[in-house]
């Protein structure tokens, strides 16, 4: 079946670093990826998505290219700040209907 | 305003008790679903609804019954509540079941068993 595999974490970051969440994906067919943020007591927030081989998706800073060849949806950020600090999660939709997620990142930037 | 909304935020009850828990959406939306959190934050689907057909059951104790009296309504009745279903329970919704759809959550409802 469908399956999403996030690095694990926590991420811990300074200020102004750079962000590489890394994301992989096993799915039949052609699916769509999505990352989503979860700030503290939050439900989660739709941060970006791509829907076909090489879009990429970008949002607030953050970038992901859809790599059909690698299966991967790594997420980016050239400087991070501390309000970037949340769990990131990806996610695939494809036939199933509901969202098959990551485990979750937990991302902490410090000043 | 809120788009996908959930009541209560924070619910503590009983072992043995019932609860429900309340989502609504005004986004117009087709499908609504119910994800549970666990103390690890993986999200696991419970289930999924399409204009109030249930679409999605996984392999959830039947303790658990969703509701749609309206697509814009998806409540969640727990029976005989146990420890193990202390956990933050989502709410979302999409446009409909294209997997292109992206969905939108409420702020979720923490249920702790006592």
């Known amino acids: 079946g469908d399956s999403v595999t996030q690095m694990e974490g926590p991420v811990t970051l300074s200020e102004e670093a750079f962000l590489t969440i890394n994301c992989t994906y096993t799915?039949?067919?052609?699916?769509?990826l999505f990352w989503y943020v979860q700030y503290p007591g939050e439900g989660l927030q739709l941060l970006l998505k791509a829907t076909k081989a090489d879009d990429k998706g970008s949002n607030k800073g953050f970038e992901a290219t859809y790599r059909k060849e690698t299966t991967s949806f790594h997420l980016e950020k050239g400087s991070v700040q501390v309000s970037d600090s949340a769990v990131y999660f990806c996610?695939?939709?494809?036939?199933?209907?509901?969202?098959?997620f990551g485990k979750g990142t937990s991302l902490l930037v410090t000043p | 305003d809120t788009a996908v909304s959930q009541t209560p935020k924070y619910l503590v009850t009983q072992m043995g008790n019932d609860k429900s828990i309340k989502c609504e959406q005004n986004l117009g939306h087709d499908t609504m679903y119910w994800y549970k959190q666990d103390s690890k934050k993986f999200l696991k689907i419970m289930f999924s609804y399409n204009n109030k057909e249930l679409i999605i059951n996984e392999t959830v104790p039947n303790r658990f019954s969703p509701k749609s009296p309206d697509k814009a309504h998806l409540n969640l009745h727990i029976n005989s509540l146990e420890l193990g279903d202390s956990a933050v329970y989502f709410c979302a919704s999409s446009q409909d079941l294209t997997v292109n759809q992206p969905q939108h959550f409420g702020d979720g409802t923490r249920l702790s068993i006592l």
């Open positions: 996610a695939l939709g494809n036939s199933g209907y509901a969202l098959n």
């Open positions: 799915a039949t067919g052609y699916p769509s």
